[in-house]
């Protein structure tokens, strides 16, 4: 058995119950989104020092491999889309939450790449934003009907940006966007 099948060959796919569309159809853009994502936080995994950062990226990458399936699957398919309940997205926004209060955390912009796997982070946060765009533009179109995966995507590119200020801020180093000899309110004020 071997994973070449040649089936796609003619720019086709299978989502989940069979049903074949084009591989630029706009379900398949939307996980490949999510895709991608997933080996994104891996690389970010791979290179984060701080074992209870990396164990919360692993944990995020199983649960997006679910949403990536109920993005999948279409609304007629045979097969039921998992489930993205709300409960994810609560406990995404109560890691948000803790990190938030942290010192330090919330003063400014940042300018990506202080560290490295802040910067893997960075990258993570802009690949979900993009992932996210994607999901709207497919519930917009009538194709996606799962009221929790946008704030999923929503809340975790939140986490995702502040996962980053605190890998600096554990690494010693300073991000801002405003230099510190530089007078005036921090960018992040501005807005």
Same mark, same amino acid.
């Given at each position: 058995?071997?994973? !070449?099948?040649?089936? %796609?060959? /003619?720019? /086709? !796919?299978?989502?989940?119950?069979?049903?074949?569309?084009?591989?630029?159809?706009?379900?398949?853009?939307?996980?490949? %989104?999510?895709?991608?994502?997933?080996?994104? *936080? %891996?690389?970010?995994?791979?290179?984060?020092? @701080?074992? $209870?950062?990396?164990?919360?990226?692993?944990?995020?990458? /199983? $649960?997006?491999?679910?949403?990536?399936?109920?993005?999948?699957?279409?609304? $007629?398919?045979?097969?039921?889309?998992?489930?993205?309940?709300?409960?994810?997205?609560?406990?995404?926004? +109560?890691?948000? @939450?803790?990190?938030?209060?942290?010192?330090?955390?919330? %003063?400014?912009?940042?300018?990506? =790449?202080?560290?490295?796997?802040?910067?893997?982070?960075?990258?993570?946060?802009?690949?979900?934003?993009?992932?996210?765009? *994607?999901?709207? +533009?497919?519930?917009?179109?009538?194709?996606?009907?799962? #009221? +929790?995966?946008?704030?999923?995507? +929503?809340?975790?590119?939140?986490?995702?940006?502040?996962?980053?200020?605190?890998?600096?801020?554990?690494?010693?180093? $300073?991000?801002?966007?405003? #230099?510190?000899? /530089?007078? =005036?309110? #921090?960018?992040?004020?501005?807005?």
């Amino acid at each position: 058995m071997s994973i !070449t099948t040649k089936r %796609g060959d /003619q720019g /086709q !796919t299978s989502l989940p119950g069979g049903c074949r569309v084009s591989k630029g159809d706009l379900r398949i853009e939307c996980y490949g %989104g999510i895709d991608e994502l997933i080996s994104q *936080l %891996g690389f970010a995994r791979s290179i984060c020092e @701080h074992q $209870d950062i990396a164990a919360q990226i692993k944990s995020i990458q /199983q $649960d997006l491999f679910r949403v990536a399936a109920a993005i999948g699957t279409p609304k $007629d398919a045979p097969v039921s889309a998992p489930e993205i309940t709300k409960t994810m997205v609560d406990a995404l926004e +109560n890691e948000v @939450h803790k990190i938030e209060v942290m010192p330090g955390i919330l %003063g400014d912009w940042s300018i990506p =790449g202080e560290s490295v796997a802040s910067a893997a982070l960075d990258v993570a946060r802009t690949v979900c934003r993009r992932a996210e765009r *994607l999901t709207v +533009n497919l519930s917009e179109s009538q194709a996606l009907s799962l #009221p +929790n995966v946008i704030p999923y995507l +929503n809340r975790l590119s939140d986490l995702l940006w502040l996962m980053g200020r605190l890998v600096e801020i554990r690494s010693g180093v $300073d991000s801002s966007l405003r #230099p510190k000899d /530089q007078p =005036g309110k #921090p960018w992040s004020q501005a807005w």
